[in-house]
């Protein structure tokens, strides 16, 4: 008999926002030989090793507009750029560090600059949901 579990890897959504999460990066870096201990040190079970990172994929804020440069030709075939204001893509600013050790995830969201401990219900199927929303 297969278990399905509610529960999901990384929260589905972050404050309501859906999240597209990445594979888990478990490459090494010299971050051991740039950090001190306490930067390196897991909160929860106190182990001292470089977290495991997934980067998450969300939508930018309602409205959101960037600059591209687009090639255009004249009619006598001379080439130019201009730049041009479009709609933004989803953006890559959100990630979770996992403790290679007792599995401990912090999020940080880039936009804000906070982290946040996911807690049990940020697994389940409604993610996590903001700190002000009761239900």
């Known amino acids: ?6 529960r999901h890897d990384l929260p ?18 010299s971050l051991a030989y740039h950090a001190t201990a306490e930067e390196l040190a897991c909160d929860k079970c106190g182990s001292v090793d470089e977290s495991m990172i997934a980067w998450g994929l969300r939508d930018p804020p309602a409205g959101s507009m960037t600059t ?23 953006l890559r600013d959100i990630y979770a560090a996992r403790c290679r050790h007792c599995g401990h995830d912090v999020v940080t969201d880039t936009r804000t600059d906070e982290r946040w401990d996911l807690e049990a219900e940020d697994y389940g199927p409604g993610g996590s949901t903001p700190s002000d929303t009761l239900f």
């Open 1 to 6: 008999m297969k278990i399905v579990s509610s």
């Open 12 to 29: 589905i959504s972050w404050d309501g926002e859906k999240v597209v999460w990445g594979e888990w990066s478990e490459v090494r870096s």
């Open 68 to 90: 591209r440069i687009r090639t255009k030709t004249t009619r006598s075939g001379k080439k130019y750029d201009a730049v041009e204001e479009v709609p933004a893509q989803p």
